[in-house]
């Protein structure tokens, strides 16, 4: 270890995970730590930098797969601001339509809890009746 490095516990602390999603990072190919000649994983600010830009793209929806394509075209030299912003432009349009299919599903429910009593069997549930019917015509999918 050097001066700039830090060890995985110090290094989680520091990123605001835990150790085991350093472990899977890495395991997926998103990070990969120094060792020690004892062969100890060691992080540089770098990495831990890197581990804040992975947490901060999940939060805004990214998956692993998108994020290390985000990352790749960091260390692409022919790559441009425009290619992340198509990245971007595109995990918009994925987020519309995960919202469209959401509101759709909530509308659903709404409609089948305001026909729902309360009251009564289970066995003759009009919520449950719904859920059982084959095709669309009552559940999104």
Same mark, same amino acid.
């Given at each position: 270890m050097n001066d700039?490095? +830090?060890p995985? @516990?110090?290094a989680a602390g520091q990123a @605001? +995970?835990?150790i085991q999603t350093l472990h899977y990072y890495e395991r997926? @190919?998103?990070l990969k730590p120094s060792r020690t000649a004892a062969n100890y994983r060691v992080y540089t600010p770098e990495a831990i930098q890197r581990v804040r830009f992975i947490k901060r793209s999940q939060e805004l929806g990214f998956s692993l797969a998108e994020i290390k394509e985000l990352l790749e075209?960091?260390?692409d030299s022919s790559a441009?601001?425009?290619? +992340?912003?198509?990245h971007a432009a595109e995990k918009i349009a994925d987020i519309k339509q995960k919202i469209q299919s959401l509101e759709a599903m909530l509308e659903t429910l709404e409609r089948l809890t305001a026909?729902?009593?309360g009251r009564g069997a289970v066995s003759t549930c009009s919520i449950l009746e719904s859920l059982d019917e084959t095709g669309d015509r009552h559940v999104t999918k």
């Open positions: 700039q490095t +830090v995985i @516990g110090a @605001g +995970v835990n997926r @190919g998103l075209l960091r260390t441009t601001c425009a290619d +992340v912003r198509e026909a729902c009593a």
